[in-house]
């Protein structure tokens, strides 16, 4: 008398993944535009005035504490995927580009420390001069002025690298490529001007339209050609 055992059916996945994926894809840059607008201060704003701005307004500031959180958990498995899609012919330059752009993106929640500190000082009702020098000193805290600087090296440069990753690897036409290797130097050439809201929110937008162009290439990919068979 012979035993087999059956094999266990895989049931294969790949189809809803990759069609998933392709919807988060455009969220995450979007959350950012929407947070980059509505944020009550400039990002040039010294702590006293950041303050008091974010006294002035308070619900704004509490829907950007709800919007970082929202576009991290977009960005970052949309970066892994958009890394997926570029690694076919353009692999250094992906790799690159994805070192670069998770740590970057990962920076957004470093930035939420602070901006949660300035709220956090108005509604518990710190005088002015306490409240600055709360976000002055968090300020200076290595550890957290090391993932600032991350954000801003790794969302910068990432972002352009993996625009001509995608772009060379045929992932994403011509103009979206473009897009996005253009978003992020606009959006700190912006910040650093201090220049209106409205353009930072349309330079993520650029990066938005960029990721929905690769979340359109993915939807239509064939599951084979985006990842192996389960077995």
């Known amino acids: 008398m012979t035993l087999?055992?059956?094999?266990?059916?895989?049931?294969?996945?790949?189809?809803?993944?990759?069609?998933?994926?392709?919807?988060?894809?455009?969220?995450?840059?979007?959350?950012?535009?929407?947070?980059?607008?509505?944020?009550?201060?400039?990002?040039?704003?010294?702590?006293?005035?950041?303050?008091?701005?974010?006294?002035?307004?308070?619900?704004?500031?509490?829907?950007?504490?709800?919007?970082g959180p929202l576009a991290l958990i977009a960005l970052v498995p949309g970066l892994f995927a958009l890394t997926r899609m570029a690694m076919r012919r353009a692999p250094v330059l992906a790799i690159v580009a994805t070192t670069l752009a998770v740590p970057g993106y990962l920076g957004i929640a470093a930035l939420g420390v602070s901006d949660a500190a300035a709220l956090a000082a108005v509604t518990a009702g710190l005088?002015?001069?306490?409240?600055?020098?709360?976000?002055?000193?968090?300020?200076?805290?290595?550890?957290?002025?090391t993932s600032v600087g991350l954000f801003v090296l790794g969302h910068v440069v990432g972002t352009v690298l993996l625009g001509a990753a995608l772009w060379r690897s045929g992932a994403v036409p011509a103009w979206a490529g473009v897009m996005l290797i253009a978003s992020q130097p606009l959006h700190l050439a912006v910040v650093v001007s201090?220049?209106?809201?409205?353009?930072?929110?349309?330079?993520?937008?650029?990066?938005?339209?960029?990721?929905?162009?690769?979340?359109?290439?993915?939807?239509?990919?064939?599951d084979d050609d985006y990842e192996p068979p389960p077995r």
């Open 194 to 222: 201090a220049g209106p809201k409205f353009l930072d929110g349309a330079a993520w937008g650029l990066t938005a339209l960029g990721f929905a162009a690769a979340a359109f290439t993915l939807a239509r990919t064939r």
């Open 127 to 145: 005088s002015p001069p306490d409240g600055t020098a709360l976000l002055a000193e968090l300020a200076e805290q290595p550890a957290l002025a």
């Open 4 to 67: 087999t055992s059956a094999t266990p059916q895989v049931r294969d996945t790949r189809a809803f993944r990759r069609h998933a994926l392709a919807v988060l894809l455009p969220i995450g840059p979007l959350c950012v535009a929407a947070l980059r607008v509505m944020l009550p201060y400039s990002t040039t704003d010294g702590p006293s005035a950041q303050l008091a701005a974010v006294a002035v307004g308070q619900e704004a500031q509490a829907a950007v504490l709800w919007l």
